[in-house]
């Protein structure tokens, strides 16, 4: 039963991209898009495989994937350390907070003339930008997940006479996980769309260069080659995460479990 309702779900996942591949195909069989403006998907797939032949595309998905990694690392790393901070200490809060918030509305391409006038165009600033989005969104959960502990549930441990810091490792930290694996899933996504952004800094190399390579010398087969590639690569790095959480947080009696 279990594996029949995985087959059905992969089933209903893959209509609507099967459906979206055929209308873009019919769309440009019949010549309601000329090859210049959307090449046929068979085009994109042949362009895809040339550079699979050519050994480029490897080393374009490796150097992308290293940075997103080690971004996310990074990221992940200062939001737990100060996301914790907050969540746990009022003057944290009352110092970092504001700030963060502020700078939580700095669009993307405002950090790159700054971090390539610090660091230059080695990897170190693209791998800073796409920490600094990771961070964001892992940052928000993990406080929002610590302050919305129910505070029950710490009295509750205050009279089972639980020390502060078997309240953070028995009750704060296991209340506050499901909110905070969320975050990761969702500063993982802003990495992915922040990678471009870094490797529009002088990159030779990586997915986002292929966009632009693929702009300046007008080849849109290129581009959306690289486009699919994000959505494929993007959506395999979620999966992992989300079996990470699914697993964590085995021990939930969610709606989601119910279905």
Known sequence: MRRSGKFSAVLMGSLLPVTLLAIWQISCSTGVFPPNILPSPWTVVQTIIGM?????????IGITLYRIVCGFLLGTSIAVILGALV???PLAQKLFDPVLQAFRSIPSMAWVPLFILWMGISETPKIALIAVGVFFPTYLNLVSGILGVDRKLIEVGKIYGFTHSELIRKIILPAALPSFLVGLRGGLGVGWMFVVAAELMGAS????YLLVFGQNTTAPEIILGSIILFAVLGKLTD????ATEAKALHWQDSFAQRR
């Open 205 to 208: 190399q990586g997915l986002g």
């Open 52 to 60: 699979v032949k050519d050994g480029s595309l490897w080393q374009h």
């Open 87 to 89: 969540g746990f200490y």
């Open 239 to 242: 999966m992992l995460l989300a």
